[in-house]
């Protein structure tokens, strides 16, 4: 801990504020501790636990308060432990790992419980955490720079997650316990490719997922790449087996392919989906079966087959868990490479009599209410900025009842507050930590039309 905490000190050197001797008295919804300062207002300082007495560095506003460099720990408080990973403290993955047991499952639902009690709802009706275990993630976009040359027995090309609050990289050299093995495997691999397609002091990215017959790989170059490098882009997605690699320029349009070995494909509730580049699935898949479990919960099962509309459908992460519980479901995606991915499988599986598809922002073009008298329940799970205008629209409808999905606590108290207000009771709320060890949390939401709708 001292070794770390020398490192922060170090860091937080060159910053031209005052140091201060604080008390932490919370975790805030970025895992950072909160503190007051000498006027009142909130100090957010890194890598703390409530009762920890700290010697920070203030640094800039943040919010209505100011950030603080963690100098050291003067006193430890309670819940405090030694986090797993060696990279803690600098690299910008992971905010949490120095909380225990229950004081992270703490940490990870009061930005959840704060969303709520502000938007009036009650926290009551939030269920224990699910967690996913460490080594899962099954998804991760890793940054990669090269650099001039191997000066002091360093690295030629840097890999891995960038620093907090930075675009330095942090190497990963010393492993990862968040990625799936897969994933943790190409670490090295990679770092060989960057060698190859970077000049020195350039940087790029590699988006890794891993599917079930072997990894996707897009590789962000900074540059559009020569013969050499598509040849060596091509090498490497034959010598790691991967399922496809494609890479990306700027100013180039849609990712190129270099090598597609195999369809990368997810299997959802036995229906086969062939992936569109860089498309999106949950980032594990424990954490995919909790959510999916939570989503048909919440719709439920009292018609012969129900009438659903998965909305922001992807490329059908629940639509197809749906249509095997006998729904006859209808998915609205915006996005026209993941509805082509989940329409093909529709086709492919024989489930075009049960599953329909629609392109439309649904944002700009939400469904309205009586485009939703038809559904007996909607499912929605947009993106971090929530779906206002969706949620508007269903609380003015007659669907029976909702399922709510988020990545967002704030935004998902907002929307749930509509549905409410539009007489919607909001039955649970399912938190599911699916991204270990970050601030991040997942969750599901079932509504219901009150009894005297």
């Not at 569109?276 to 959510?291: I, K, M, R, Y």
């Not at 479901?329 to 989940?342: I, K, S, T």
């Amino acid at each position: 801990m001292r070794r770390r905490q020398s490192r922060l000190a170090r860091a937080a050197a060159a910053l031209p504020a005052e140091t201060v001797d604080l008390t932490i008295e919370r975790v805030g919804a970025r895992g950072d501790g909160i503190a007051r300062g000498h006027d009142g207002e909130p100090v957010f300082v890194p890598f703390t636990v409530p009762g920890d007495r700290v010697r920070v560095r203030l640094g800039p506003r943040r919010g209505e308060g100011r950030a603080a460099a963690l100098l050291d720990v003067v006193a430890a408080g309670p819940g405090r432990r030694n986090p797993p990973c060696a990279q803690f403290g600098r690299c910008g993955g992971c905010t949490l790992q120095h909380l225990d047991d229950d004081l992270y499952a703490a940490a990870k639902l009061d930005a959840l419980h704060a969303a709520m009690r502000r938007h009036g709802l009650d926290p009551g009706v939030i269920e224990p955490l699910h967690r996913v275990p460490p080594g899962t993630r099954r998804r991760a976009r890793l940054s990669f720079v090269r650099r001039g040359g191997r000066q002091g027995g360093g690295k030629a090309v840097l890999i891995g997650f960038n620093a907090r609050e930075s675009h330095d990289v942090v190497d990963l050299a010393a492993g990862c316990a968040v990625l799936h093995p897969a994933l943790a495997a190409l670490v090295e691999p990679l770092r060989d490719l960057g060698a190859s397609v970077l000049a020195p002091g350039e940087a790029g990215a590699a988006a890794v997922t891993l599917t079930e017959t072997g990894v996707d790989a897009l590789i962000d170059l900074p540059r559009l790449p020569d013969i050499a490098a598509l040849e060596a882009l091509a090498s490497f997605a034959e010598a790691q087996d991967l399922a496809r690699l494609a890479w990306r320029a700027p100013g180039h349009g849609e990712p190129m392919p270099a090598a597609v070995r195999r369809p990368p494909r997810a299997v959802i509730a036995g229906v086969a989906v062939d992936l569109p580049t860089d498309g999106f699935l949950q980032a594990a898949v424990e954490g995919e079966a909790v959510l999916t479990e939570a989503v048909l919960d919440a719709v439920g099962a009292d018609a012969s087959r129900p009438r659903v509309a998965d909305l922001f459908a992807g490329v059908g992460t629940f639509t197809f868990a749906l249509a095997a519980r006998n729904a006859a479901v209808h998915a609205v995606e915006g996005a026209a490479p993941a509805l082509a991915a989940l329409k093909d499988a529709a086709d492919r599986a024989g489930l075009a009599g049960r599953v329909t598809a629609e392109r439309r922002d649904l944002d700009a073009r939400p469904l309205l209410a009586n485009e939703l008298r038809r559904f007996d329940a909607a499912v929605f799970d947009p993106p971090r900025a929530g779906a206002a205008a969706q949620a508007a629209s269903l609380a003015q409808s007659p669907v029976p009842r909702v399922a709510a999905v988020s990545c967002n606590p704030a935004t998902f108290a907002r929307d749930a507050r509509l549905l409410v207000d539009g007489g919607y009771r909001l039955r649970w709320v399912r938190p599911v930590d699916q991204f270990v060890w970050s601030a991040h949390l997942e969750l599901v939401a079932g509504f219901d039309r009150r009894l005297t709708e």
